[in-house]
């Protein structure tokens, strides 16, 4: 338990250190979004989670996504490369996978 503790911990400040230098947070701005990131990826993975974040645009966008196996529908590879800014979700509402800046995410319902 302790060592997957600091794996979330150590995630937790390499994602705040990297917006940061990329985006120009303060630490403190860095590590609330940082929280809310892993937070809301652990939620994403158990059900459809209602969230916001802000597109490149400045307007905010409402979102219901899941990462739970048994939601996600047939998945076609696009063999693209992992981005670590980046978060992905199957959106539920299209029905396709979407992803947003992690620097951008707002909040969440639970």
């Known amino acids: 338990m302790a060592i997957e503790n600091r794996n979330q911990l150590s995630e937790i400040m390499n994602l705040a250190w990297q917006m940061v230098k990329r985006n120009g947070y303060t630490m403190s701005e ?40 048994g939601l996600i529908g047939e998945v076609k590879g696009t063999g693209r490369n992992l981005n670590d800014n980046l978060q992905v979700y199957w959106d539920t509402e299209k029905e396709e996978y979407r992803c947003f800046k992690k620097c951008n995410l707002v909040r969440f319902s639970k």
């Open 30 to 69: 860095a590590l609330k979004v940082a929280w809310t990131n892993i937070k809301l990826l652990a939620l994403l993975q158990k059900k459809i989670v209602e969230f916001y974040f802000k597109k490149t645009d400045g307007t905010l966008r409402q979102a219901f996504g899941t990462l739970k196996e």
